[in-house]
């Protein structure tokens, strides 16, 4: 699966940020694409993430109410919706997928074998 992440940019704190992130291969009934952050000298943190077959969403609690993520049903495009934009969301922002993962592990970005290259949010205050 290969992963193509877009829509980053600056945004003043309150507003708002669409990221997508685009799927392409080979890609099986069971998938799930995950939204992991990352600032300097930080490993990888969740976010939120989709799992297909039955579209189940999950977020860290950090973002929980504020973000949503959803994908469409051909699962080649998923998107999250940051709502409520803080300065402490500033990050790059990867998109992640894997078709074999199970629920416990997909918190950890070391358990995601295809990776997107990161969009930079900017949240200013």
């Known amino acids: 699966v290969q992963l193509q992440a877009s829509g980053g940019g600056l945004v003043q704190a309150g507003g708002s940020l669409r990221l997508s992130c685009a799927a392409s291969?080979?890609?099986?009934?069971?998938?799930?694409i995950a939204w992991f952050r990352q600032t300097p000298g930080k490993e990888r943190e969740f976010v939120a993430a989709?799992?297909?077959?039955?579209?189940?969403?999950y977020y860290a609690d950090s973002v929980k109410g504020r973000f949503t993520i959803s994908g469409n049903n051909a699962k080649n495009t998923v998107f999250l919706l940051m709502n409520s934009l803080r300065p402490e969301d500033t990050a790059v922002y990867y998109c992640?997928?894997?078709?074999?993962?199970?629920?416990?592990?997909?918190?950890?970005?070391?358990?995601?074998?295809?990776w997107g290259q990161g969009t930079q949010v900017t949240v200013s205050s």
């Open positions: 992640a997928a894997d078709q074999s993962i199970i629920l416990s592990s997909i918190w950890e970005s070391r358990n995601y074998d295809n």
């Open positions: 291969g080979r890609t099986s009934s069971r998938l799930t």
């Open positions: 989709i799992r297909w077959p039955g579209g189940s969403t």
